[in-house]
């Protein structure tokens, strides 16, 4: 079935993932002969609530703090008993009961519970992520972290140290791993990979780089996708800008020490285009742009067995990974405005192209001149790649010795419509060998084509110009050369480390990251490229 198992560390991951989930759950088709494209088991587990009905829930830990799953219960209506109250045992005086606030559930919840008419959701309503989110889930997979009680205002959970500290001490007393992950882990028939959602510039860095550090202990040769967001470094204080750029600093050195791919994502606040209307104070509306393109350059992971595109997360990785140290890559999407109103591929399948030893990006030019003749000849305005989530592109100005051109050493590109924008599925393949790719110096693209548009549903905020049920967009994963000035960035603030010890190793740690991606570097293969 070649599973995926979820992990969502945090209140910002977590909107994220609420996103990822309720679009899962509109993949679902329930009128006879309307087959989905999507293999609802990789994402899902069946199982049987107390009642004997059979459910389907999400194969995923959710991980908050006590004040950040607003409305949302452990256990929910389709685990609940209705049981007579136990007799006393053992005390026969008074009990006295001690009750919370009840956090009064979003319009939006209430009339999904009532099935009734669904009241909209507006941004200043969302105030947790269990707002707007549309799944069950297995109690087992509601983690909450009761060790910090921690206020925004008065105790923010801001350090990476407490998230380090808080993890260690969650670990030493019940062993995480034994206690949450591995009961998903051994129900799934064949896992194709874990893949995790935390935020990389708070606490909750140093405690998804500890868990990831106890993942690969346990389980070395899994497959680790780690998609790791942060704020944008806009109008904030100096000193919260520091713990922020130290955070994303040890986040960087240790989670892509062990991640099989690490994408860092970033609004990119001062680069969003015209047609994206987005409340930056919302984190409703952040998330869903951010869930929009990860959900959809993930989507052939999920695809059924017959489909020609479906690709595992670790074969999308090593179209990435060119050199073998290759593992953080940039996130990248565009809005097919002119395809809104497409028509239907009656039938068609997804296909996939890989086109070796050219570059279809424009904008980011070839190492090689050399190029082949593709028959893919109506992609052109499906490769606009208008929103970069990398967080050089998105949140910093490049100074001008930066602004150079960029060397792609990987790209996987994911197109996603309505509509066809084939002339034929053939295309050149003319050097396709991994080994004649490299005596060229050509990077490596990867397409896909897949006539599946992003579903729109009720709970996804107004972000995309609407013109039906669904929307069509490309998405593109790769690994260029700015991810080095990024990592040099990163050297920078972590010389600003206290610890002078500290400051040695993360430095030092990050030029060897940025190596691997300066043209010309080579892993040291033996092989012959002459």
Request: with cysteine; hydrophobic share 30%.
């Amino acid at each position: 079935m070649h599973e995926i198992i979820t992990l969502q560390l945090g209140q910002k991951s977590n909107y994220i993932a609420t996103h990822f989930w309720n679009t899962q759950e509109a993949y679902f088709t329930y009128e006879e002969g309307d087959e989905s494209l999507i293999d609802h088991g990789v994402h899902f587990r069946a199982g049987t609530a107390p009642d004997g009905t059979d459910t389907f829930t999400p194969r995923t830990l959710i991980y908050d703090l006590k004040c950040g799953f607003g409305s949302l219960r452990k256990v929910n209506a389709l685990y609940e008993i209705n049981e007579s109250t136990a007799p006393q045992e053992l005390w026969n005086g008074p009990t006295v009961v001690q009750r919370e606030p009840v956090i009064q559930k979003n319009p939006y919840q209430q009339s999904l519970e009532q099935g009734s008419d669904l009241m909209p959701i507006v941004p200043d309503s969302v105030k947790y992520w269990s707002d707007f989110s549309r799944v069950f889930y297995h109690p087992k997979s509601i983690v909450q972290l009761n060790k910090l009680d921690v206020s925004p205002n008065l105790m923010p959970f801001e350090t990476w140290d407490m998230g380090e500290e808080l993890f260690n001490s969650i670990d030493k007393e019940h062993d995480i791993l034994d206690r949450d992950l591995r009961t998903f882990i051994e129900e799934a028939d064949q896992m194709q990979a874990i893949q995790i959602f935390a935020s990389i510039d708070d606490a909750w860095g140093g405690f998804s780089a500890k868990y990831l550090d106890r993942i690969r202990d346990e389980y070395s040769k899994t497959t680790v996708a780690f998609w790791g967001s942060a704020d944008e470094l806009t109008s904030i204080p100096r000193e919260k800008l520091l713990i922020r750029g130290s955070n994303s600093a040890r986040s960087t050195s240790e989670i892509a020490s062990h991640a099989s791919i690490f994408t860092p994502i970033v609004l990119p606040s001062e680069t969003i285009p015209s047609y994206v209307t987005l409340q930056n104070t919302s984190n409703w509306h952040k998330s869903a742009l951010f869930s929009t393109a990860l959900e959809s350059m993930t989507l052939s992971s999920r695809l059924k067995f017959m489909n020609k595109s479906r690709m595992h997360l670790s074969e999308l990785i090593n179209c990435l990974n060119t050199n073998g140290r290759q593992n953080i890559s940039m996130l990248r999407m565009g809005v097919h405005q002119s395809l809104m109103q497409g028509g239907s591929l009656n039938g068609s399948s997804p296909t996939e192209m890989e086109i070796s030893n050219q570059h279809t990006d424009m904008r980011l030019p070839s190492h090689s001149k050399h190029t082949e003749h593709s028959s893919i000849t109506n992609l052109s305005d499906l490769s606009k790649f208008d929103i970069n989530f990398f967080p050089i592109q998105s949140s910093q100005k490049l100074r001008p010795e930066d602004s150079g051109e960029k060397y792609i050493f990987g790209q996987v590109e994911v197109h996603r419509s309505e509509s066809d924008p084939r002339n034929t599925s053939d295309s050149g393949r003319g050097l396709d060998s991994e080994q004649a790719r490299r005596a060229h110096g050509l990077s490596k693209i990867k397409k896909q084509i897949i006539p599946l548009p992003l579903p729109l549903t009720t709970s996804f905020p107004p972000i995309f110009p609407k013109s039906g049920p669904s929307l069509s967009l490309s998405t593109s994963l790769s690994t260029d050369t700015s991810i080095a000035e990024w990592l040099k960035k990163l050297q920078v603030v972590a010389k600003r480390a206290p610890s002078i010890d500290e400051r040695e190793v993360l430095t030092n740690s990050l030029g060897e990251m940025a190596e691997a991606y300066e043209q010309g570097w080579d892993s040291g293969s033996d092989e012959d490229n002459d």
